[in-house]
């Protein structure tokens, strides 16, 4: 099997962990002692991590260390010029308006991956999930949420925002009227609404949160890894506002790949 090659350098100043063991990727956010929050050495090392995983690889999973998945953006962000040599806000928005759209892109890109449909990815969320942290856990295929989880959406509070790819999939789990909510009033949303809703697969007591991210993992590897994959392609075609008839298209053009690589003995 193939091994990640991901500078640890990069991972440890972007504070993060990658563990890779077999067809289970684990990406942990560990700055606990800032409640896993982020900047944007954090996005680097997440986006080279998405570019850097075994083809054998099939389900990341996503989480945080500590009592929280990630409070949101590194509040040096809002007052330093710089944060660890890479803009901050105000820095933003002195840059000419193609560098600074560049520069957002890059923060986008470290998210992005999370939805390619080459491999599923599940967020472990426990307590906070502000912010890009809500927008991180977005970013990824399905959450499963402990009992203390706390969703927020605080840009729009904070004058700015959401800029990390959030709208997107908050909209398509939620609906745009739920999403105008969540956004504009900065409320909480707990696990059991977030089942509800459907912004979380499922909700367990925090003690039980790893055992169920293994049941998840074990069960979504179970499939033909060709077929999941297909799959995935096919799901992702539709949630991207492929309509009827191209979904029945790509139906049939997926299904002629797979009885080929059947019958040529290749799974």
Not at 64 to 75: E, I, K, Q, V
Not at 201 to 218: C, I
Not at 221 to 240: D, F, I, M, N
Request: charged fraction near 20%.
């Amino acid at each position: 099997m193939g091994t990640a090659v991901v500078d640890a350098e990069l991972l440890n100043r972007g504070g993060v962990e990658l563990d890779v063991d077999g067809v289970r990727a684990t990406i942990t956010l560990a700055r606990p002692d800032v409640l896993n929050a982020q900047t944007p050495l954090t996005w680097d090392a997440l986006r080279v991590i998405g570019g850097s995983l075994p083809d054998d690889v099939r389900v990341v999973v996503v989480r945080g260390a500590g009592r929280a998945f990630s409070a949101g953006l590194d509040r040096r962000l809002f007052t330093a010029t710089e944060v660890d040599g890479m803009p901050g806000i105000t820095r933003l928005a002195q840059l000419p308006e193609a560098e600074a759209d560049a520069a957002i892109a890059s923060f986008q890109s470290g998210f992005s991956w999370l939805r390619d449909p080459a491999r599923v990815t599940v967020a472990a969320v426990q307590g906070h999930a502000i912010g890009g942290g809500f927008q991180l856990a977005l970013a990824c295929d399905l959450r499963i949420v402990a009992d203390d989880v706390q969703f927020c959406m605080a840009e729009p509070s904070l004058g700015i925002v959401p800029d990390l790819g959030g709208t997107h999939p908050l909209v398509q789990a939620v609906g745009y009227a739920r999403a105008v909510d969540i956004c504009l009033t900065g409320r909480r949303v707990g696990a059991d609404e977030a089942v509800a809703i459907g912004l979380a697969q499922q909700a367990v007591p925090l003690a039980d949160l790893d055992g169920a991210v293994d049941s998840l993992v074990a069960a979504l590897t179970s499939a033909s890894p060709g077929a999941a994959r297909e799959t995935l392609g096919l799901l992702a075609g539709v949630a991207g506002g492929i309509d009827a008839a191209g979904a029945l298209a790509a139906e049939r053009a997926a299904q002629l790949r797979r009885l080929k690589s059947l019958a040529a003995g290749t799974g």
